[in-house]
C-alpha cells in the first residue's frame, strides 16, 4: 500500500508562484511513475506533468516552460515547482502514482491518490 500526502496549495496572484510536495510513504520504491494532476469544478481531471522511475518527465502543454515536476527518491518526496502562474492554473492539484511499466496521462491507469491541495490564482 502506498499513502501520498499532498500540501504548499494556496492563494496567490497571476505571475506568482507555488512550490507543491507530495510525501509518499509505503511501498513507494514499487511505483514505476507519479504525476501531478489537477481539477477545476465542471472540468475533468486533467494531467499537469508526469515523471517516471528513470526521471524522464513529461508536461501539459499549458503550462510547459513554467512548471517543473522532480522527485527525490531518498526522501520520498515528489515536487511541483509552478511558477508564472495564471488564473486559469487555478484548480485542485492531486499526486498520483502507479507501478504499471508505462507513463501516460490516463488517470484511470494510477492506483494511488493524495487527497489533493487546492491552488487559487488570481488575476
Known amino acids: 500500500q502506498v499513502q501520498l500526502v499532498e500540501s504548499g496549495g494556496g492563494s496567490v496572484q497571476a505571475g506568482g508562484s507555488l512550490r507543491l510536495s507530495c510525501a509518499s510513504s509505503g511501498y513507494t520504491y514499487t511505483m514505476y511513475c507519479m504525476g501531478w494532476f489537477r481539477q477545476a469544478p465542471g472540468k475533468e481531471r486533467e494531467g499537469v506533468a508526469l515523471?517516471?522511475?528513470?526521471?524522464?518527465?513529461a508536461y501539459t502543454d499549458s503550462v510547459k516552460g513554467r512548471f517543473t515536476i522532480s522527485n527525490d527518491n531518498a526522501k520520498n518526496t515528489l515536487w511541483l515547482q509552478m511558477n508564472s502562474l495564471k488564473p486559469e492554473d487555478t484548480a485542485m492539484y492531486y499526486c498520483?502514482?502507479?507501478?504499471?511499466?508505462?507513463?501516460?496521462?490516463?488517470?484511470?491507469?494510477?492506483?494511488?491518490w493524495g487527497q489533493g491541495t487546492q491552488v487559487t490564482v488570481s488575476s
Open positions: 515523471i517516471n522511475r528513470n526521471g524522464a518527465t
Open positions: 498520483a502514482a502507479h507501478n504499471t511499466p508505462r507513463c501516460n496521462w490516463l488517470p484511470s491507469d494510477f492506483g494511488y
